[in-house]
Each structure stands twice: as C-alpha cells, then as structure tokens.
C-alpha cells in the first residue's frame, strides 16, 4: 500500500535533533493518528529510557512475515539506519511482527528544566523508516482511524520517558521502585494508569500489552508450568477453552493426526527406520 504522506527528507546532520513541531505536523502525526504507529517506551542498558516509534504488522502466513522482515533488513542497509528491536512471532494460523524505531545519539533539546543533551528520541531518521516500512509492499496494511495525536500530548510523552542512565529501570538502590510505565515509585503491576500507556511488545508472548496483563503468564502460574510449557501445551491440548489449535497437517514423522511432539512412534530419518525393517517368512501350516 502507498500511503498518501510525504516522505522526510533524509537526514544529514549528525547527531541528529529531536523530531520539531513542524517536522512532527507534518511528517509524523499522521503516522501515529492514521497508520497504526504508536509510542513505545524503551530501556537499554547503555542509553536509558527514550521513546520509540513501533507499530505491529499482522499476517496469515509465516511466509508472508518472513518477506517482510526480509525487505525491512533490506531497508535498514539503504537507509542506515536500523531499527530498536524487530520481534517475529509465529503461530500456526498467523504471524505477528512488531517492530521499533528510535535514533540513539540524537540531540534533545533544550527546555527550562533542561540542558541541550545527546539522548535517543525520535527524530527525522525515524518518520522517515517508519513510512518507508509502511509503503514496502510486503507490509499489506491499512489506514486506520486512530485518536489524534497532539504535538502537546507528543511532546510531553517524549520528555517524561527520556531519562539518564542512571535512572534504569527498576533500580532499588534508591529504596524506590521504578515503574517501567509511568516512571514512577511503584512496581508496574500496581501502575493504575499503565493501560493509557503504549506498552513495548510482551516479552512472553510478543503481544501489545504490558507483561503483567499476559494471558498466558496468567495461565502458566494457574498451572505451575514454565511459559515455554504453557506456549506447547496450547499447541497441543486444550488447557482452556478456546486456546488449543489443532494440527494442520500431518505428523512428519509417522502421518498420524497429532502434533510431532506427542508423536510415540521412533524419531529417526525414514532412510535409517527402513533399514531395520525386515520380511516375515509366511505362516506355516501346523499338521
């Protein structure tokens, strides 16, 4: 799909300033208003907390993932820059791909409370990527209405998720906690306002939701089960109603109507099994 928006010209200063307010009306608003793109806090150990722009990209086929991902990897060569994170899950019915962008030495502005700072935000660079990786036409998406996006809203989101390296995630040194949501003095699971808040994509299961709200570390604490466990025995039995999937297709190992997994027959290539089979003489007559 050709999205009807114009494209960022690129950027050759370095480092890079944060997006401005013109730049923004003009070339990211939109994205984030009408084309599914949304504001996802980030933390790595080396740069803090900043804000990055991520969107999720749904497909029926896994096949139809694996393009994608490939002519975005594409993408990140010719335009030098590359994404945050690019998270590839696969179901059997579908495959969901979540991607994010920010620019790490970019230049934050100065505020009234604030020195001018090298600090990762989105810029330029990242309008850019983002509508280009919307226009591949691998990605097979729509316009969708979403809530406006204000660049008051924007601007304050940006401010409250920068922050130094010292102030990670989750430091008790302080005696506080640090909400990875809200950034504030409390653990996220008790974050009242974490639902307003675009979350990163789950970390169990790669969904849009914060790790506290995942089904499915719900029902694997349900079950005293790992994750991992719970993610193949969905594939496998029901635990709920309405999570199981059944097989596709054929076992590959034996042709039975069940997943590979719970196959009870020897797990070897067919060349070897063969080789151990051998002819029955034929039954003799007892006289």
Not at 162 to 184: L, N, Q, W, Y
Request: hydrophobic residues 35%.
């Amino acid at each position: 799909m050709v999205l009807r928006l114009r494209l960022a010209p690129p950027s050759k200063s370095w480092p890079t300033a944060w997006i401005s307010r013109a730049d923004a009306t003009e070339f990211l608003l939109p994205l984030l208003s009408h084309y599914g793109w949304y504001l996802s806090p980030i933390t790595t150990k080396t740069t803090g907390h900043a804000a990055g722009l991520a969107r999720q990209f749904k497909f029926n086929k896994s096949n139809h993932a694996t393009a994608f991902v490939n002519d975005v990897l594409e993408l990140t060569k010719t335009e030098k820059h590359h994404p945050q994170f690019l998270h590839v899950t696969n179901w059997p019915q579908s495959s969901n791909v979540v991607i994010c962008t920010t620019t790490h030495s970019a230049l934050m502005p100065a505020t009234d409370t604030l020195k001018e700072c090298v600090s990762p935000g989105i810029t330029l660079r990242d309008a850019r990527f983002a509508l280009l990786v919307s226009s591949l036409s691998s990605a097979n998406i729509e316009a969708s209405e979403g809530p406006p996006m204000r660049w008051d809203v924007f601007q304050d989101t940006i401010y409250r998720w920068a922050s130094s390296v010292s102030d990670e995630i989750g430091d008790t040194s302080s005696g506080k906690r640090k909400c990875p949501a809200c950034h504030g003095p409390h653990s996220l699971i008790r974050c009242t306002g974490r639902q307003k808040i675009p979350p990163p994509p789950c970390p169990s299961c790669g969904g849009p939701h914060w790790g506290v709200d995942c089904s499915l570390r719900r029902l694997a604490r349900l079950h005293h089960k790992s994750v991992t466990q719970v993610k193949t025995q969905i594939r496998r039995a029901p635990l709920v109603e309405n999570i199981t999937t059944a097989p596709t297709t054929s076992c590959p190992n034996c042709g039975g109507d069940h997943w590979k997994i719970d196959c009870t027959q020897p797990h070897a290539p067919a060349k070897l099994l063969n080789s151990f089979r051998f002819d029955l003489p034929p039954p003799t007559k007892l006289s």
